[in-house]
């Protein structure tokens, strides 16, 4: 069984910062994936924010958190990260993380609330 938890999600203040993991057990060869973290706002669409190789040496992130967020992952300890600084209000969101072939693997998500 694959499971994927998120941590670190929280309520801060607009121009603060936090730093999301997700830890992943059950899957064999997890450093052979890329690895992404996704967020929804409530009555939204589900977005992807950042991706990462498997060997953190390419990443990818959407236009709006460019500058602002930073993804890696130690595969020795099969976890992502997500730091996240300079927050905004319109970064609230359920915040996923996904892994596998063609992302298969979600976990349960983790709020992140940002106060203007």
């Known amino acids: 069984v694959v499971l994927v938890e998120e941590s670190g999600g929280g309520l801060v203040q607009a121009g603060g910062s936090l730093r999301l993991s997700c830890t992943v057990s059950?899957?064999?060869?997890?450093?052979?994936?890329?690895m992404g973290w996704f967020r929804q706002a409530p009555g939204k669409e589900r977005e992807a924010v950042s991706c990462?190789?498997?060997?953190?040496?390419?990443?990818d992130y959407t236009d709006s958190v460019k500058g602002r967020f930073s993804i890696s992952r130690d595969n020795a300890k099969n976890t992502l990260y997500l730091q996240m600084n300079s927050l905004k209000p319109e970064d609230t969101a359920m915040y996923y993380c996904?892994?596998?072939?063609?992302?298969?693997?979600w976990g349960q998500g983790t709020q992140v609330t940002v106060s203007s």
């Open positions: 996904a892994v596998g072939v063609d992302f298969a693997y």
């Open positions: 059950g899957l064999l060869d997890f450093d052979d994936y890329v």
């Open positions: 990462i190789s498997w060997s953190g040496g390419y990443t």
